[in-house]
T-cell receptor, first 112, second 111 residues
């Protein structure tokens, strides 16, 4: 099994550009989430989904959109990139909210 | 929202046991206590989780206080590969949006 796959691994954007970070899991997990991790800090929840067609905001949702059209995929869209969004982004999935979570390897995003 | 408190850093000698504490005094009855660790430049990795009873797996043990307001992750014999940031978080099936990571404990293992 591939687990949780994130693409791309690295990305540089100019301020104002938009892009989509991809996340896919092959474990048939219901719960998926996106986190961002700034240097030297813990992970903060951006958006999450408890199943296909259902999404909700986490702790720091501003500037990001998500959708969950299939169980497998949970893309994160940056609408208009800002330097404050420079961070490492992690996608995670778990069967349910309170079960073991699996994380992707992260996308390192730099906005200049 | 229930939050966790961990020491910023801890040190251990190789092959000695390590006890990593976590306080979660506002834990609710449906919160599961999870531990993850993160090696440099990697995504977090699941270590162990539990609800009320102590738990053991191949990586570690989790000791949960009787009142559930604190827990301890136990690494029985630390190795250099256990040097990482360890996060204690609460995960609740009834409130999916509140799972949040604090800054964790940075564990240094000395040879």
């Amino acid at each position: 099994n591939a687990g949780v796959t994130q693409t791309p691994k690295f990305q540089v954007l100019k301020t104002g550009q938009s892009m989509t970070l991809q996340c896919a899991q092959d474990m048939n997990h219901e719960y998926m989430s996106w986190y961002r991790q700034d240097p030297g800090m813990g992970l903060r929840l951006i958006h999450y989904s408890v199943g296909a067609g259902i999404t909700d905001q986490g702790e720091v949702p501003n500037g990001y959109n998500v959708s969950r059209s299939t169980t497998e995929d949970f893309p994160l869209r940056l609408l208009s990139a800002a330097p404050s969004q420079t961070s490492v982004y992690f996608c995670a999935s778990s069967l349910f909210m309170n079960t073991e979570a699996f994380f992707g390897q992260g996308t390192r995003l730099t906005v200049v | 929202d229930a939050k966790t408190t961990q020491p910023n850093s801890m040190e251990s000698n190789e092959e000695e046991p390590v006890h990593l504490p976590c306080n979660h005094s506002t834990i609710s009855g449906t919160d599961y206590i999870h531990w993850y660790r993160q090696l440099p430049s990697q995504g977090p990795e699941y270590v162990i989780h539990g609800l009320t009873s102590n738990v053991n797996n191949r990586m570690a043990s989790l000791a949960i206080a009787e009142d559930r307001k604190s827990s301890t992750l136990i690494l029985h014999r630390a190795t250099l590969r256990d040097a990482a940031v360890y996060y204690c978080i609460l995960r609740d099936n009834t409130n999916a949006g509140k799972s949040t990571f604090g800054d964790g404990t940075t564990l240094t293992v000395k040879p």
